[in-house]
């Protein structure tokens, strides 16, 4: 490249119309010739000098139409446009060079450990009653929240008692009450029945304020662990976001269902479930897992049950687990969004992690594989292969 090319291509990223490839050819140019250097050394200002000058003559000819040598113009004057210059055309080319060796979407993030920590997630919902009314449950007192209808509905501790007084409302004819649990949030209910039920962050459960009918159902999305009252006159249903039905007649098992993932699973601790599709009815055994793509008979297969129920006993535990499944879990316990930068597919990870801490030391750990790296801003992570 020519130094008229250069100066050409420096007057032209000045004014925002370059080309990537004619950005990078500046920039390949800037590096070979030490032009990054804020040092502007003697040659570079001769150099400039003969430029000026060219251009100086190139104009004056242009608009008299004849040979004009600037040559005798007093330096003195020069030197401090050119200085001008070339501190002008470092400072374009030099921004332009940290642009370039940033991603887009981490030019301004800190990393990791040099941004404050993001919590852990805790008790939090929202109750809404059969009536419409809302309660936020993260700051009210223990004790009767609601005594309107066929139920008293309490709070003890982290979680909901219902104790029905009454007939009550039946899930296929009248509304019915809804525990919604946030992101960054969990919760306990025990239903009418003595039905107990654990929330996992981004999950919701409908339920009445009474089983009157021949059996008790309830509604779920995302995440639950169920302990089931015994009651073999009433069999306990789940309905899952309308896309399967568990049955049970007095059991542990726990449900995921969220709605970003693939396949819903239903895995049993003890007792008996019966899993139905619509088209398919499954029986699984404790210790077994079936998991439904919505497509065909859901497979059984033998459950990590201590990776299952990692979520309800607050710990994080990852089995050759992909980074994507794992951000996931994480985006919903600590409140955060989750963007991706490079080839995640063969990227996972195995290890334990309290959810009782903070999300900085996780993210550290999982970075010291060397296989990623995070990057933080405010509630926004971008993870980046390696």
């Excluded at 139920?151 to 004819?173: C, F, R, Y």
Aim: one cysteine or more.
């Amino acid at each position: 490249m020519t130094e008229t090319q250069y100066f050409d291509l420096c007057e032209k990223y000045l004014k925002g119309l370059c080309s990537p490839e004619e950005e990078n050819m500046l920039h390949t140019y800037q590096k070979e010739n030490g032009l990054l250097d804020l040092t502007v050394s003697a040659e570079a200002v001769k150099r400039l000098r003969g430029t000026l000058r060219a251009r100086l003559n190139q104009s004056i000819l242009a608009q008299n139409g004849k040979k004009f040598n600037v040559v005798w113009l007093n330096w003195k004057i020069l030197a401090p446009l050119a200085a001008v210059l070339l501190l002008t055309i470092y400072l374009a080319v030099d921004q332009f060079s940290r642009h370039k060796q940033k991603p887009v979407l981490t030019a301004q993030a800190k990393p990791s450990n040099e941004v404050k920590d993001i919590v852990a997630g805790s008790a939090n919902a929202v109750l809404t009653l059969s009536t419409g009314e809302n309660i936020k449950l993260d700051g009210s007192k223990n004790g009767v929240i609601n005594t309107k209808g066929s139920a008293n509905i309490s709070k003890s501790g982290n979680g909901l008692v219902v104790s029905a007084k009454g007939k009550g409302n039946q899930i296929n004819n009248e509304p019915l009450n809804k525990i919604t649990i946030p992101r960054g949030g969990k919760y306990d209910i025990t239903l009418p029945d003595g039905t107990r039920v654990w929330l996992n962050s981004f999950s919701s459960l409908s339920f009445p304020n009474a089983f009157d009918g021949p059996d008790r159902k309830v509604l779920l999305t995302g995440e639950a662990y169920f302990e089931v009252a015994s009651n073999k006159k009433k069999p306990f249903k789940v309905n899952v976001a309308g896309k399967q039905e568990v049955e049970v007649l007095g059991t542990h098992f726990n449900i995921s269902a969220f709605e970003e993932d693939q396949n819903i699973t239903t895995t049993l601790l003890e007792g008996a479930v019966k899993v139905n599709t619509g088209k398919f009815q499954t029986l699984i055994k404790p210790g077994e897992m079936a998991v439904n793509n919505l497509k065909s008979k859901p497979k059984i297969v033998q459950a990590d049950l201590e990776e299952v129920m990692a979520w309800k006993n607050d710990m994080f535990i990852f089995n050759n687990e992909n980074i994507t499944s794992i951000m996931k879990k994480i985006s919903r316990w600590y409140d955060v969004d989750v963007n991706y930068e490079g080839d995640m597919t063969a990227l996972n990870f195995e290890g334990n992690y309290s959810r009782s801490k903070g999300l900085k030391s996780l993210l550290k750990n999982i970075s010291l594989t060397d296989k990623v790296r995070f990057v933080m801003v405010e509630r926004r992570i971008t993870v980046i292969a390696k």
